[in-house]
Each structure stands twice: as C-alpha cells, then as structure tokens.
C-alpha cells in the first residue's frame, strides 16, 4: 500500500524530480498538502497552525525559479512542516502551551531561515506533547493529535505531530526535536524514519525545546534519502551514507528494558536482516548501563531546565499550562540543587561508560522505543524514552527506522546509533529495507 | 632581590642548563630543596606531605640519564611539587580536607603520571584552602599557610601551598588547580606566575578538585618560560609564545567591581607598559557581565558539585570536614534545582555574550584579583575572584603575571585571558618584565 497521489508519495527527493521534469509545479505540490491537511488534518490533530499565505507565496517564487532552471536547492518547492516549538516568524510559536497560544515571533529559527533560504515551502506549525515534556502528544490546550494507524491511539510524542504529518502525508517531510527520544519515539509509532543527528548539528537557535542539554534538532522522513535532504538543508551541512567498516553492536536487553512480544520479534527479525546484508553483528551487554536511574536522570535534568525556560510565563499565567505539565516543572525545581548535580555527573559518566564500550563497534542497533502506540485512556509506559534516551545522552546520531507492522497492524521500529551519521543513515536504510514498507489505510486516498 | 642559591634561582628552565653543563646533579638539586623546605616550611606552612625517598630515588635516576646524556625532558631531575588533591601515589590525597587524611591512593594522577615520565622529580604535596572551595588557605586541618611577603597574611588560595612554595623557593615549581581563580589569585598573592591553560588541557583524572564543570588544573612559576614548561610536561602538549596579532582589550571595570588603589596603580601601569611595548590597547566594557552576581552563581555550582563530590564522605566523618566548610556544601545542596539549573544557564550566557565582545581582541587585560594579600584575621573580601572567575567560566587559557609590589610591600599582578594560550603566555612575559621583579625577603638565603 502506497499513497495515491504521486506527490504525495514522491515525498522530498522524488519531488524534486518531478519538478525538474516538469510533471508538477511547487504550487501544484503546496496545494495538494493544503488540501489533505484540510481534509484530513481535522480529526487527525497534527497541524495547529497553517501559514497559507505564506506557503503559496513561497511556492509561486520556487516555480518561477524551476520554470528558470534555477532552484536554490533540491528541496526548492518542498512543503515542510514545523513543530510548533520550533520559531516560525508570525505564526504561534506555542511549544504547546497554553501559555503561548499569542506568542508571535518576528523571526524563523535559524534552522527555518535556512530552509527557507533552500527554498521549501514552510506550511505551518505541528501540535505536539506540551512543553516537549511527554511522549503522548495528548495535548489539553491544541487537541490531540492521533496516530494515522489508529484513531485515538498516541502517535508518540513529543514531535507527535511531526510523526503524525509526515506518516499521514500531510507534509513531504517535517522537522521535530528531540531532548530523550521526541523525534524518534513518534517515528516509530507513526511508521517514519526519524533522524536525530549529532546535537548542535542543526542549530538550536529560535527553537525552544526543553533542556538546552539534551535538545536536539532532527527530522521525520517517508525515507531514508529525505530524511538525508532534509537534514542537510535544516543544517547547512553536508551528509552522506557510508557502509560501516566495523562490527554492529546489537544491544542485549535482557533483564534491562522489558519490552513488548511484538517488539522483541521484530528486532529479532531485524538482527537477522542485518546478518542477511553481510554486517558483522555482535551481542552487547551495557551492564553498568541502568536504564530507569538514567532515564529519570535526564527527566530530572529535563524538568529543572524546563522550569527555568518557563519560568515568567508560569509565574505570570500558570493557568497557561496543564496541571499535569506544571507538576512535573514544579517538583523539577524544588529538588535539592544536590541531585540535580548528581544527575548531571552520574549521565555524564555512563555516556563516558557506554563510549568506551563501543568503541570497537561501528554502531548500535537497539529497538527504538520498547512498546508501539497505545491507546490515549492507557497509563504511558514509564520505560517509553529508555532506548532513545542513550542516543540523546550521548549526542550522537541516531535514526529510528521502520521495521513493518505488528501483528495487531501498528508500527515497529529499530534504531540506529552511531557517531557518524552516513553510517547511522546507511544502517537505517539496508535495515528498513528488509522489512515490509507500509502507509496508513486512511491516509492512502 | 632575587635567591641566593643558584639551584634555586635557575627555576625549572635554568636548572636543565645546569643539569646538561654537568654544574649541578638532579640529585643536589633534589637535596637544596629538601634542606630548604626542612629549614623554610615549619613557619611558612606551604607543605603537607614530603616522598623523601621517591624523591631522592627519582632524582638518582635522573642523574644517572643526564651522566649518560639520555634525560627524558627538560624537566628531567627538576624537583616539582604538587596540590594536595592531585593524586600521588602511596601520598596522603587530603584535598585539604580532614576526612581524607588516611587515603592513600594507588596511582598517580594521570598529570604527575606525565610529569614522572618527563622525568620530573615529585616532592610531596602542597597545602591548600580546604577542599578547593576558598582563597585563604587557613587550613583548620593541615594548618595555616603564610605568605612568604608577609608572616600572618594569607597567601591566598585554594592553591595557597602551591603559590607561596613556588614564591618561597621550596619546589622549582609546582601544581595547582584553579575553578574559578585558585591558581591565578595564589599566583597573584605571591608575586609568582599562575597559568591556566584551557579547560581539559592537563588532566583532571585523578584530580578531585570542587566542581567537574569548571575545574582546570594549572601551574605555578617563577618565569612564565617554567610556567610553559612546566605546563607542556603536565598536558603532554606542545606550548609555545607567540606575539598578538589583534589588539588587547583593557578591562574597563570601573563602577562594576571595587579595587584597592595599589592594584588600581598598577593596572594603569601595567596598561601603560602595554603601550610602551606597542601593542595596541583598547578599553573594553563588559556591561551585561554582572560580576558579583555570577560569580555567585559560579559558588553555588561548585558548592553542589562539591556536595556530590564529598556527599560519601559528608555522610561517614561529618567532623572530618570543618563547619565552614560544610556549611557551604550544606547550603549548596539544599538549594532548589531550579536555581541551580539556572545558574549553569546564566553562566553559559555570560560566557556567551562576553566572547562575542571579545571576537575583535587577542586578548583581555585585567588586574588578577582586585586586592593584594590581606592578614588572616581580617574577613576575606567577596570578590577576590571576580576577574579570575571569568576565565575559568570561559575554560580559556588565562595567566597570573606580577607586575611589582604595592607601596606597602606585597605582591602585585595582572591577568592575561586569550584563547590562544601562545599569546597569553607571550603577553604575560612582555608586561611582567616591564616591572620589577621581587622575591620575598625572608626565602632568599
């Protein structure tokens, strides 16, 4: 199964063809995302804020330029979504709060100056978990946001509707953040490849995430090559895709992580793909690695930060914020100074840990979260960030890949980490590959 | 005034000169400071702990290289002391600190480990403000370090032993470590040079200062050319002196940060000589650099990173740490998380602001402390380490240079910060020698 409409399924790399051959024209590709955010964005939940002036406007200067042979870039014409904490200059810069329902920024984040400046076509903002804080996306003040596999299901979180849009094809692509797993948690739930290169690769600037630690900038992609192309222009960097010289380490679990039946059998399938390609794959312990202290280390970390980033506006309008976001901030804050100093020293030590025992290895290969999507009345799993929450702690690349449908039809995923990203990107594509490729039934139209 | 003993007066450079002409053995050496700190340190206080046999056995050892024309360095034989919480093996690794009386570590910290291997003769351990965390070396454990200028004044701190050893001529030179000034302000007290390279330069394993975020260790000399290499053999780098090819900045800290008229005196004349020497000064503000406040902001760090440093020992031998001095990690740790959260934001801020105001200079000019030794009895004053701190916020390479002695007679000095270690250390050699040099009275028979 497929999308229909060949720009849609064109995604970001397959567009650009299509323009380049003049089979379509950016504004031809602007209005058919308009139109299926329109049509299917309302029970959805994925975009919160639309800039149609804005997106036809970019969209006829991008097809004058393809008309002249002259586009800034591959992605020149491609429409791309936001998430809603990333600045875009006069639509609500909400970071999905209340709070900032009117919060209007003069400026892009350097990170949307730069697309723009490639040329794509900004569509508008993307709901997300409120604050950055969460996985679930279940957001009280814009509405929920829904997984495109299943109605009133979460499509993970906190760049829930980046994972969302881009699975629903809503968007060609779109960018998210991630502090322990927000771009990778909702790709795999939604069934997109989510790329978290090494953090300060995409600038972090006019993006209010959550820690300025551990935020990262990354991207959701329909594929491997988009989510390349996309990084490359968020960034201004270059990226390419490299077989690894070393052996793969496959993460032993065991007795660490629980995770799902479902899970566990999709990355054993995935392991044997690997094999399958010819990687050299080896079973890896990280036995000093405790995944629940550390990850309530990062959330602690996460929660005194995030006090300080909302500080005024939970002062000024603490009804702007959910009860629920608000506990979190405020029992972050008044934590002895103590613990969180020891929650930064104990992070940065396992990460100095975990490097050294993966120095002979190329990458990492782990399942990217321990569970799929559940439903939105379901209690989310405490052990949801345990696998991302190691890429984020580390600040290494890291991709989340989809490995085909559960039995009961929602999205697995493995991901990928590895200091350099070609080979991340390169692992995710041959491993993607192995598996069934799938599109949500009511988004295929 | 300078020593009278020409060993001592060859410092680290000259003594290699010595060494090579045969004029001296590492083995006499070894043994004028040992006789100097057997007659000098009961009343001056600067040494904790002495390897008299590992001393005299390194420096035979030496001897019988340089008889063979094979020293492994040019620090080779040089007798070299070190701070009290820098690892030497089978030496009590106090940190200053009551509790830690009895630890005798296995291994030399990674730094002496180099320094040993250079050749370098290690002769014990040096005095130091309790635990790193205060700059007047009083020490209620290990007792009271004076200032060689002045019996009853602080030598400043925290690495107190290690300025007034070096100033006193009990060690060719010696180690320090330095979080927000503790190398440059004991420098500075002394009449000595303090050098800081960037953070990370030398080796902090098995370094237990204060805080892992700001902590650097540092040396201390009585010419910047020991300084430097002093310094290279610690790091294992290469250093060298190179001329500024931009122009200085010239701290403008009037109405900011209050200094004594002599330190004031000297600032103008050292700028002066600046001129002189003609290198191109401007007067640089720093208005959004809240001196006072974030150096305040720079304690709490080190008092909740030090809470966790100590927290075993805090628990097991509560009366091995003085009141004070728990009292100050007490209250670090109790503070709320936010605050602590954002003390690291404001600071990386600072940081940030001050190197865009900085991209134009080669360098910035500053008094090293904003007075000059003051006696025991009298309340230290709350910004000694406001300029000092500076440089160890921004982890750049920063030197402690004397500039002469105050009407009064105690040392006076000006600090050097570039990122270019090179320049630092080139500019610290041109202004120091356009002032008089000085040793203190009573070390130099």
């Known amino acids: 199964m497929s999308f229909h409409n060949p720009i849609v399924e064109a995604g970001v790399a397959g567009l650009a063809e299509l323009f380049r051959a003049r089979a379509v024209t950016p504004s031809e590709a602007t209005e058919v995302y308009l139109a299926r955010i329109e049509r299917l964005n309302p029970s959805l939940g994925a975009v919160t804020a639309l800039d149609v002036e804005g997106a ?47 919060r209007l920024p003069a400026r ?29 996306t279940d957001n009280l003040a814009y509405g929920r946001c829904h997984n495109p596999y299943r109605h009133g299901w979460t499509p993970g979180g906190s760049s829930g509707g980046s994972g969302a849009a881009t ?22 739930y939604c069934g997109v490849f989510g790329f978290k290169p090494a953090r300060g690769f995409i600038s972090t600037v006019g993006v209010e995430a959550l820690s300025w630690t551990y935020d990262h900038v990354g991207v959701h992609a329909r594929s491997i090559e988009d989510a390349r192309l996309l990084a490359e222009a968020a960034s201004g960097q270059v990226l390419a895709l490299k077989a690894p010289e070393g052996p793969i380490a496959v993460l032993d679990f065991e007795g660490q992580v629980k995770v799902e039946p479902a899970v566990a059998n999709a990355f054993a399938a995935t392991v044997e793909a690997a094999r399958t390609a010819g990687l ?3 079973a890896l312990r990280l036995p000093d690695y405790d995944f629940s202290r550390l990850r309530r280390a990062g959330l602690l970390v996460c929660e005194a930060e995030g006090a300080v980033v909302h500080a005024t506006a939970l002062g000024e309008d603490p009804e702007g914020f959910s009860a629920e976001f608000r506990r979190l901030l405020d029992w972050g804050a ?7 100093a020891r929650a930064y020293r ?15 290895f190329s990458a990492l290969l782990t399942p990217t979260a321990p569970q799929t999507a559940f439903p939105f009345d379901q ?7 345990d696998f991302t929450a190691l890429g984020a702690f580390m600040g290494a690349p890291a991709v989340a890949f989809p490995t085909g449908l559960s039995p009961d039809g929602l999205p697995l995923s493995g991901q990928i980490i590895s200091h350099d990203p070609a080979v991340a990107l390169a692992l995710a594509k041959t491993l993607a590959a192995a598996a069934p490729r799938s599109t949500p039934a009511g988004f295929t139209a």
């Open 167 to 188: 699975a629903a094809g809503l968007c060609a692509a779109a960018l998210g953040t991630d502090t322990m797993g927000s771009v990778r948690i909702p790709s795999a």
């Open 280 to 282: 050299l794959v080896t």
């Open 346 to 360: 104990d992070l940065a030590k396992a990460v100095a840990e975990v490097e050294a025992r993966l120095a002979p």
């Open 108 to 136: 892009d984040a350097e990170t949307v100056e730069r697309l723009r400046a490639a040329g794509a076509v900004i569509l508008g903002a993307l709901n997300m978990h409120e604050g950055a804080l969460g996985a679930t």
């Open 334 to 340: 008044k934590q002895p100074a103590v613990k969180l």
């Open 379 to 385: 209690v989310a799993p405490a052990n949801q960030a």
């Open 56 to 102: 036809r406007a970019a969209a006829a200067a991008s097809a004058a330029r393809w008309r002249e042979g002259q586009p800034l870039s591959t992605l020149d014409g491609v429409p791309i979504a936001v998430k809603a904490n990333i600045a875009i200059a006069g639509l609500p810069w909400t970071s999905g709060i209340g709070a900032y329902r009117g």
